[in-house]
């Protein structure tokens, strides 16, 4: 997101730059500020006046800034069709007949310091073994890994548990004065082999003897994706967030900007029950796609980053519910993904806006840039295991990274649309992060689409709150696909100014269709009104049963084949809707 001009440390302000505030503002999961604490309209000396408009945006490759007409605050067809075709993996396709286990939830959470875990990797294929590092004031503990799924609606299957493993209090957290990044650097509790784990997302609940409990996060990555819907968990927007040990990309442990981390490490656990960022904006995508029993595959986008046949064949590729920090490599090998014929789906706001860096551990203090090794970019590099442990993202702040600065001149890891390299996200999304925090009813405009097919909603129907925290439109004026379709176009005030978000379709000559939903509460929406809605902004049954079968006409279309060569082109009706 946009950085707020008043904290001194952006490279200059007024209407020619580009940005907005900071994340902050309202809580929009479990009573906790989403974006970094602060509550909304929260403002005044030194505090962040949060998630104003980015009303000077980033177009075109030169970087040229332009106002943005409306916003925020600124600174300045047919039916839902066959069923999928291509091979599902045969352990995924006998997993599902399994009977789940609804006891995966957790029920005390305790103090922060009761029990608390990390892992050594983010993701690992079937089979492989990560370490577990486990913090406690019990005497005690064990482990219990769950895989997310449908289950007959149980929701979650035990497929792994441990024996007692002794607990121990481990040590403080490390603070790196040079980039204020944290690591555990905790002892191994334990290793996991994943023998028998299908390829999944999975949560591990560490169960202390005193009763309480916490998730550690891990994805169980398939070894292929060709004729197969991918989920791609948005791990690296999961540690931006991440406060554990007082600092996050966003805030240090005054509470502040300036105090916050420029890099932080995977090498921590995950705050509050551990898993919270998967459980808002990803699970509940996780489920449906399970019951609709589609050919799936599981990555995240570290392991995108890493390997550029990460999404080879996929018949479609999902970014969930909020993916806002991608590394250029990550963006890349998406775009051929979908040159290539791969379907596309962005069900969240403000994925793919902040360009970052990964590094090895080491990477989280500054140190003198290396000679790159023949064929790799600078600042990309891994350690000799390959892990990628640390996100580097320095904001406003990118001329004080040593790797910008160095003589290989690492791009700089802030706003993809801001320069220097601007490049706006809206080229491959079709939308435009524009503001924060709005909500808003989600307002139908062409309802004959085939998304909407069986939804009974007509043009103009109305979906309350179901348009927030977040909201992305289209903006004619950054580069945005020449034939993009507006099916929902929704008004909303954002901090006083009049706007609209909006959920957009293009498609590209391979054929891939791509959807935007423009609004962070999609996923969430699958949720409304159950157990398991955690905090529904008021969305009610009406509208979880739009979005849902909205999302499973576009699913079970996508993974069919490319967009274009089985449903209508896109009619473009970008003009009519802005005037332009």
Known sequence: ????????????SGPAEY???????????GGAAEHGGEPAGAGGSGGLDRRRFLGAAAVGAAGLAVGVAAGCGSTS????????????????????????????????????????????????LPGEEFGLYVSTTAPGFRVAAYRVGWYRGAQARRVWRSDRVAGRRQRHPRLLPGTRGVRADWERS???????????AYLLRLDAEHGHQRYVP????????????????????????????????????????????????????????????????ERALVVLAERL???LAYTTGVDVHRDPSALRGATAALSLGHDEYWTPQQREHVTRARDAGTNLAFLGANACFRRVRLEPGRGLEPEPEPEPEPGSEPGQGADSSGALRTVVCYKTSYRDDPRFAGPHRALPTHDFR??????????LTGVFYEGYPTDAPYVVHHADHWLFAGTGAKRGDAFDHLVGV?????????????????????????????????????????????????????????MAGTHDDGRDHGMDDRTRAFVTRTTENLLRAFAVAPAAKIRPAPRNNVASAYGT
Not at 19 to 29: K, L, N, Q, V
Not at 81 to 92: I, K, R
């Open 470 to 526: 977040e909201y992305d439109r289209v903006t004619p004026q950054a580069p945005t696909p020449e034939r993009l379709e507006i099916l929902a176009h929704s008004p909303l005030v954002c901090n006083g100014r009049s706007s609209h978000a909006d959920s957009a379709y293009y498609t590209v000559p391979s054929g891939a269709g791509v959807f935007s939903s423009g609004t962070m509460r999609w996923v969430e929406a699958l």
């Open 19 to 29: 940005g907005a505030a900071e994340h902050g503002g309202a809580a929009e999961y």
């Open 293 to 295: 029993g589609l050919p």
């Open 77 to 124: 067809g047919g039916g839902p069709g066959a069923g999928p075709t291509g091979g599902d993996d045969p352990d995924l396709a006998a997993e599902r007949e399994r009977p789940g286990h609804p006891d995966w939830r957790i029920r005390s959470t305790g103090p922060p310091d009761a029990v608390q875990g990390y892992t050594d990797k983010v993701s690992v």
């Open 418 to 427: 801001q320069p220097p390299a601007a490049d706006p996200e809206s080229a």
């Open 190 to 200: 334990l290793r996991v082999r994943t023998d028998g784990w299908p390829p999944g």
């Open 218 to 281: 891990m994805i169980v990555r398939s070894a292929r994706t060709t004729g197969r819907t991918v989920l791609m968990h948005a791990v690296a927007t999961w540690q931006a967030y991440n406060a554990w040990g007082g600092y996050s990309l966003y805030r240090g442990a005054d509470g502040g900007y300036a105090s916050r981390s420029l890099a932080v490490s995977f090498d921590r656990p995950y705050d509050s029950n551990g898993a919270g960022k998967f459980l808002v904006y």
């Open 1 to 12: 997101m946009g950085e707020d001009p008043r904290h001194g440390d952006r490279p200059g």
